[in-house]
């Protein structure tokens, strides 16, 4: 089964540092890989996603993420954070061939100190 | 308009009621999941339906029942509500393998 693992709680950065949220994952073949955002009170909001091609992905709010199939990884990056940015951010793993369950990391929050 | 819609936002109930939580997609999405959110953040799934059809039925008390009369909607119902029952609970809905889910905002269950 499919599993995604978050291994820092908490990130702090400076803002205007860059900022890096660390996701592994482990399943069976290749996988669909996502993130996601959620801000106090509100649900997860899409990100980004990989699925296939270029290893460096781009998304929503100048976040982008990067593929390592060798070694598992997805980690989320922003070059300059935003005191906005503060929020839990959740890593998330599909096969690409069975149900269309997504697994879930634990979450990471992420906090931008003014 | 709102793609997943969740009602109620807030639900504040006794324990031993029957409370229900209604979840609609105007996205034409085929699978529909609940997922709860604890108090810890961890997003554990439930229950998914795709077309109407139970496929994800993840190990939860049966006290929770969900039920799907078509494939823009799934309910979630639950029995007996337990102090444990406390959460956000999360619709979803998404199509295909390669597109992730639309959730919506949570209904926050408070069992007292």
């Known amino acids: 089964a499919q599993s995604v693992a978050q291994p820092e709680d908490q990130v702090n950065v400076a803002e205007g540092n860059p900022l890096t949220v660390k996701c592994t994952y482990s399943?069976?073949?290749?996988?669909?890989l996502f993130w996601y955002v959620q801000y106090p009170n509100r649900g997860l909001q899409f990100l980004l996603k990989?699925?296939?091609?270029?290893?460096l992905v781009k998304g929503s709010y100048g976040f982008e993420a990067e593929f390592n199939k060798s070694q598992t990884s997805f980690h989320l990056k922003k070059p300059s954070a935003l005191v906005s940015d503060s929020a839990l951010y959740f890593c998330?793993?599909?096969?690409?061939?069975?149900?269309?369950?997504?697994?879930f990391g634990k979450g990471n929050q992420v906090v931008v100190i003014p | 308009d709102t793609a997943v819609s969740q009602t109620p936002k807030y639900l504040v109930t006794q324990m031993g009621n029957d409370k229900s939580i209604k979840c609609e997609q105007n996205?034409?999405?085929?699978?529909m999941y609940w997922y709860k959110q604890d108090s810890k953040k961890f997003l554990k799934i439930m229950f998914s339906?795709?077309?109407?059809?139970?496929?994800i039925n993840e190990t939860v008390p049966n006290r929770f029942s969900p039920k799907s009369p078509d494939k823009a909607h799934l309910n979630l119902h639950i029995n007996s509500l337990e102090l444990g029952d406390s959460a956000v609970y999360f619709c979803?809905?998404?199509?295909?393998?390669?597109?992730?889910?639309?959730f919506g905002s949570g209904t926050r269950l408070t069992v007292v």
């Open positions: 979803a809905s998404s199509q295909g393998q390669r597109e992730g889910y639309t």
């Open positions: 399943v069976s073949g290749n996988p669909y």
């Open positions: 990989y699925i296939t091609g270029d290893n």
């Open positions: 998330a793993v599909r096969e690409r061939y069975g149900n269309n369950r997504l697994a």
């Open positions: 996205l034409g999405h085929d699978t």
């Open positions: 339906y795709n077309n109407k059809e139970l496929i």
